[in-house]
């Protein structure tokens, strides 16, 4: 059977004639025509990031407003996250999830005062705008922001690169949010992003993109980067990826994500529950889970890929691999995947099965690489 979402036209970016122009290998992602590497390569543009400074456009994901004084309430009834009390010029990880409990996507929640900035991915945009439309557009407005492009620059020289162009931004510690004039138009920023580096994700106009990331390309810190290495770098920095490591089938408790889920929605909290699956996620919160996601370190040369089966001593199934590939800044393969819990212990010795063959991993902690966001 044919998959019909292939047979639509790809779709592009604001930025798609920068990347063209720039040498990029361009492939299909989530619906769109996205750059996986450009002339120097996965490995470089890798280096680069954690070395300088790397601009990714990530126009394709989805930037919603909700707009409205019970916005804030009305989201919490969708993700069991603390939203009421997220102090305004600041974001939040947040995941909204099933009836089952399951994860349906992960998210970015901005509180800009009179209203809430949403960032949810590429390839959940049309499931999750239609989500928040159906629970929430009786209590605020559900504003889909399809004019606009997405930017991040991260890496250790992104500060000082975004301090030329707004000063401003100097102040700004990891997850602080603000709005700054960049090239002449309003750009909402966020100090964060998705390689474990500092840097910051910029929210501008679609017609004003290419301007941006040929400005900022300007500057001798700034390299482009693709997916290829996007992917290397949230794998070594422990990130998880929709899709992969979480989907409908993993719960955030499993998903090891309960540093996200706030306090005051747990059981014992202020507004415990009153999200979808809440009483499947307070149970395993209190009763524990039969498997878990852990990080995994290859101890061979062999990359270990997405969907390899995890055994133990015996050679009985005891997880999958849902993360995987080479980590350029450790030299080395990285993986994640789930496991019963009684091999989720750091230290612990498995093997990976790739091409039929055992390879010997073991159960370490994440993140792979050191975080390095700006606290101030």
């Given amino acids: ?19 063209v122009s720039l040498g990029a290998k361009m492939v299909p992602f989530a619906g769109y025509e ?12 890798h280096t680069h990031t954690r070395t300088q400074a790397g601009l990714f456009d ?6 919603v407003f909700l707009v409205g004084a019970d916005a804030a309430a009305a989201l919490e009834t969708l993700v069991p996250v603390d939203i009421i009390d997220l102090p305004q010029g600041m974001q939040r990880y947040a995941v909204f999830t099933s009836d089952a409990g399951g994860v349906m996507d992960d998210l970015m ?16 945009k049309d499931q999750d705008i239609a989500h928040m439309q159906k629970h929430l557009s009786g209590r605020c407005k559900v504003e889909v922001l399809a004019d606009r492009a997405l930017l991040a620059l991260q890496g250790p020289a992104a500060g000082a690169v975004m301090e030329r162009l707004a000063p401003e931004t100097a102040k700004m510690v990891f997850m602080n949010t603000a709005t700054v004039t960049l090239v002449g138009v309003e750009c909402f920023i966020s100090r964060s992003g998705y390689t474990g580096e500092d840097g ?12 941006l990331a040929r400005e900022l390309l300007s500057h001798p810190e700034v390299a482009p980067i693709g997916l290829g290495a996007r992917d290397s770098l949230r794998l070594e920095a422990g ?5 992969h490591d979480l989907d409908q089938n993993t719960t955030p408790v499993e998903s090891s994500l309960l540093w996200a889920l706030s306090k005051p929605r747990r059981a014992d909290g202020a507004r415990p529950g009153g999200y979808p699956g809440a009483d499947v996620i307070l149970g395993q919160i209190a009763s524990g889970v039969a498997r878990k996601r852990v990080g995994l370190r290859p101890n061979a040369r062999v990359p270990v890929r997405e969907g390899a089966e995890l055994v133990d001593a015996d050679g009985r199934k005891v997880g999958v691999v849902t993360s995987g590939g080479f980590g350029p800044t450790l030299e080395a393969p990285v993986a994640m995947g789930y496991v019963e819990t009684a091999f989720a212990k750091v230290g612990t010795a498995l093997n990976a099965i790739v091409r039929g063959k055992p390879v010997p991993v073991e159960v370490a ?12």
């Fill in 34 to 45: 996205m750059p996986v590497q450009y002339p120097s390569g996965i490995i470089k543009e």
């Fill in 200 to 211: 910051f994700e910029i929210s501008m106009p679609a017609d004003k993109a290419d301007a």
């Fill in 365 to 376: 902690a994440t993140p792979f690489v050191p975080q390095r966001y700006y606290r101030g």
């Fill in 109 to 124: 929640v901005a509180n800009f005062g009179d209203r809430l900035f949403v960032v949810v991915n590429a390839a959940c």
């Fill in 239 to 243: 990130l998880c990826l929709y899709g």
């Fill in 1 to 19: 059977m044919s998959d019909i979402q292939s047979e639509a036209p790809l779709l592009r970016t604001p930025l798609y004639d920068l990347h």
């Fill in 58 to 63: 990530v126009s394709h994901m989805g930037q």
